[in-house]
């Protein structure tokens, strides 16, 4: 806990309301990553499908919106950091992800889901969060890049000043990928609002015009 304690002496822990302006991640995951991503085969492939067919985009069909397209989509959300748990709201479907602090395990058999199961420690002033158990069908970005259930996700995250927040985050997916990648988001605090309930279905009238040739 010497991590947690030095953040939350320096009043730099992960309490409060982040939000991304829409960066060019959010389209394009690998915007900026040297080399661009390491695909497999099949996934270079499924990932040029998709990008023809953003209409079948998980976010444009209301669905949850999966770690890491909840950093880049122009939601807010929001960190309750406790001793041994950190929950991160999203105002997006009035939905949330829990990320376990109490030093637990991993599970072996996991129930995949949109958010994955995370564990996390502290690494000096960085929180590094281990996630597993995804689905196997997932998008990354607007483009579909996909991530697997064989995937791996690591997010470390910092907040370096009082008004901003630093996600260091690596893909391990066997399945998707021929090595792991990196890449680095960056969030701001949002003050003087609170969470909205965003619920996606409601008053919903743009799906009927969604026709895919």
Request: charge should be negative; aromatic fraction near 8%; hydrophobic fraction near 35%.
């Amino acid at each position: 806990m010497g991590g947690a304690k030095n953040c939350a002496e320096k009043g730099l822990g992960l309490n409060g309301q982040q939000g991304a302006d829409l960066p060019v991640q959010a389209f394009n995951i690998a915007a900026g990553l040297e080399g661009g991503l390491p695909y497999q085969s099949w996934a270079r492939e499924i990932a040029r499908q998709r990008s023809e067919d953003s209409l079948n985009d998980p976010h444009s069909r209301c669905l949850p919106s999966n770690p890491p397209r909840g950093y880049l989509l122009p939601h807010i959300q929001k960190f309750i950091q406790t001793e041994k748990l950190l929950v991160v709201l999203n105002e997006f479907n009035a939905s949330y992800r829990q990320i376990f602090l109490d030093g637990r395990p991993l599970p072996d058999d996991r129930q995949p889901t949109w958010n994955g199961y995370s564990t996390a420690k502290w690494d000096h002033d960085s929180l590094v969060i281990q996630t597993v158990g995804f689905r196997d069908d997932l998008w990354l970005d607007g483009s579909g890049n996909p991530l697997t259930e064989a995937a791996k996700m690591i997010e470390r995250i910092r907040r370096p000043n009082f008004g901003s927040l630093e996600i260091e985050l690596t893909v391990d997916d066997p399945k998707a990928y021929t090595k792991p990648w990196t890449i680095n988001l960056r969030q701001f605090l949002v003050l003087d609002t609170e969470l909205m309930d965003e619920i996606c279905l409601e008053g919903e009238r743009s799906n009927q015009h969604n026709v895919v040739k």
